[in-house]
């Protein structure tokens, strides 16, 4: 009979609790400050126990999020750094960035740079102070969500951007965001530049949406020379309160993002429908728009400019020309 293989020492078992709270991750220091000599190192990564993450840093193979493992590896690679860019952007929840080619990483301007560590973008910038732009997100130290932001208009596309913006928005104060523009701006930063080009697009409806599909209908049905738009526009009929995705009070013409999420299954519906008769004893219409509609711009702005003029006739209220 073979003898069924005993506990680990007493170090290593030490040192994978540990990595077992960092996203399965630990540095060879951190295996030493356990007791874990080079060669129990070796023959873990031997028996396929451990991975190598660069010269420095191991991983454990299963149980964790991939993810979040990578960013968490990279971070102890460089002593000092903070995940950065489209991983800090991940960890903020500003948008969909699981998946990405490589980890961006802050490094202090002062720290070290000699290590080769796989699939690690490491990126320097001296704006981001780490008394005001450093956290911890999920035990990852990590860029804030404001610089973050800041940051990812260097690298993202204009879509991206306004994704990740509007999440910012639904998350955090845009106070937050205006600081820290304002102390990270100076020329030849193209990330705060390209930023204030979506803050201050004149198509981009000013306030907070609930979901993207509403930020597209929202700016979609902000059109020049049209009664102006209102975003989580309340209506108040008796005693009860409701909110529109996007209203024009104007001619009590309301907009909802028809989305699965928010209006799909028996009892949505019933609830959409008990709200719409409310709305429609005050006087208000709301009609529902699917993400195919939107899809499709310039066929939606026609329909919502002509939506717009027929309810304005059917009012007796006169348009400008």
Partial sequence: MHSRPGPPPQGVAGLLVRASAQHG?????????????AKQLRRLKDQGHIQSHGPSVFTLPEGFD?????IKASTLAFPGSAATGRSAAHLHGLGNWSTFEAVDLWLPMSARNAKKVPNTNVIRNRA????FDLLEVNRIPTVSAAATLIQLGSVASVEELRIALDEFERSFPTE?????????????????????????????VAGVTESWMERVLADLANRPGLPPIELQCE????????????????????????????????????????????????????LYITWSQLQRPAAFVDLFERTIRQRAKDL??????
């Avoid at 991939?66 to 990578?70: I, K």
């Avoid at 949505?268 to 409310?278: G, L």
């Avoid at 007796?316 to 020309?321: D, E, K, T, V, Y």
């Fill in 176 to 204: 937050w965001l205006t600081q820290t523009i304002d102390r990270m701006h100076s020329p030849g930063r193209s990330g705060v530049s390209r930023l204030l080009e979506v803050l201050n697009d004149p198509t981009r």
């Fill in 66 to 70: 991939r993810t979040l493992q990578r």
């Fill in 128 to 131: 981001i102070e780490r008394r």
């Fill in 316 to 321: 007796g209220i006169r348009l400008a020309a």
């Fill in 25 to 37: 991750t630990f540095s060879r220091q951190e295996a030493a400050e356990s007791g874990v000599s």
């Fill in 235 to 286: 209506v108040v009929v008796g005693a009860k309160r409701y909110r529109i995705d996007v209203g024009v009070p104007l001619l009590r013409l309301g907009f909802e993002a028809h989305s699965r999420q928010h209006h799909f299954g028996a009892f949505k519906e019933n609830a959409d429908n008990v709200r719409d008769h409310d709305l429609a004893s005050a006087g208000w219409l709301v």
